[in-house]
């Protein structure tokens, strides 16, 4: 059983319990949602003067529930292999999720962005290569001053991506 949150209000004090003493109140991502839910109900709350955060039974809260984390281990890999097939293949999504997250207007920026980071080593095999990341420090070079010294693995361990790609 994944761990749910329960919620009481006891006066001016919400009391919400992390309930899954069997998993010593692991994580779930249905705790996270109705806790998300929870706070956001509380902030509208003036009479509301604290929030307690508490573990049913023994213990508190074990941390995320590396059972279910296993079990889907798969799926995030999957994820962004498919996202990095879309920013490929889907060019005027790929600027939209651009201009969202930069906040930037102008098209042509926008545009310019997209490619450098199309050529600068975004692969499609989920590998950041070190001629990728040197190519970002020989532009970076020429404003920042500190990345003609540095080197590409100073800034890039490719452990997890490797075994990302090998499917271990």
Do not use: W
């Not at 319990?17 to 839910?37: F, K």
């Not at 956001?40 to 213990?59: K, N, P, Q, S």
């Not at 950041?128 to 010294?149: H, Y």
């Amino acid at each position: 059983m994944a761990s749910v949150l329960l919620s009481e209000r006891r006066g001016s004090a919400l009391v919400l319990t992390i309930s899954d003493p069997a998993t010593r109140n692991a994580l779930s991502p249905r705790v996270y949602e109705v806790g998300a839910a929870a706070l956001r109900e509380a902030a509208g709350d003036a009479a509301l003067r604290t929030i307690v955060l508490r573990g049913d039974g023994a213990h508190f809260c074990a941390g995320g529930d590396l059972q279910r984390l296993a079990a889907s281990r798969d799926g995030p890999a999957d994820q962004v292999r498919a996202g990095i097939d879309r920013y490929y293949s889907d060019k005027a999504f790929t600027m939209k999720v651009i201009a969202k997250y930069t906040k930037e207007k102008d098209p042509d920026i926008i545009d310019r962005t997209y490619e450098f980071y199309r050529k600068a080593g975004f692969k499609r095999d989920l590998l950041i290569s070190e001629p990728g990341v040197q190519g970002i420090l020989d532009f970076l070079s020429e404003t920042v001053p500190e990345a003609k010294k540095a080197t590409s693995l100073q800034f890039f361990d490719d452990r997890l991506v490797r075994q990302l790609n090998s499917g271990k």
